[in-house]
Nanobody, 121 residues
Framework: QVQLVESGGGLVQAGGSLRLSCAASGRTFSSDQMGWFRQAPGKEREFVAGVIRSGENTYYADSVKGRFTFYGDNAKNTVYLQMNNLKPEDTAVYYC??????????????WGQGTQVTVSS
């Protein structure tokens, strides 16, 4: 059974930092098969970061460029999202997801349970 487990969310003041982790079990994924999404209250889920195509640069949503960093540790089957200079508009539930055929397929077969990130002003 494949599981994705996120951790690292919490409450932080604006300008602060958090690092989210997503550990996969039950199947091995490479970093270019996993991505981060977020969903704020009343808004649609949006893609935040991930390697869309193997060998290419990491894609970041415009709203997080320069502040968030996506990276993976294939040996640990884990991906991370380092979030710096957080803003209140970053408040959302953050999800990691896995696409066995790669993010370019747009088909995410596995999702984590989500971790809440709340940024106070």
């Amino acid at each position: 059974q494949v599981q994705l487990v996120e951790s690292g969310g919490g409450l932080v003041q604006a300008g602060g930092s958090l690092r989210l982790s997503c550990a996969a079990s039950g199947r091995t994924f490479s970093s270019d098969q996993m991505g981060w999404f977020r969903q704020a209250p009343g808004k649609e889920r949006e893609f935040v970061a991930g390697v869309i195509r193997s060998g290419e640069n990491t894609y970041y949503a415009d709203s997080v460029k320069g502040r968030f960093t996506f990276y993976g540790d294939n040996a640990k089957n884990t991906v991370y999202l380092q979030m710096n200079n957080l803003k209140p508009e970053d408040t959302a539930v953050y999800y990691c997801a896995a696409a066995p055929k790669g993010l370019v397929s747009g088909v995410y077969d596995y999702w984590g349970q989500g971790t809440q990130v709340t940024v106070s002003s």
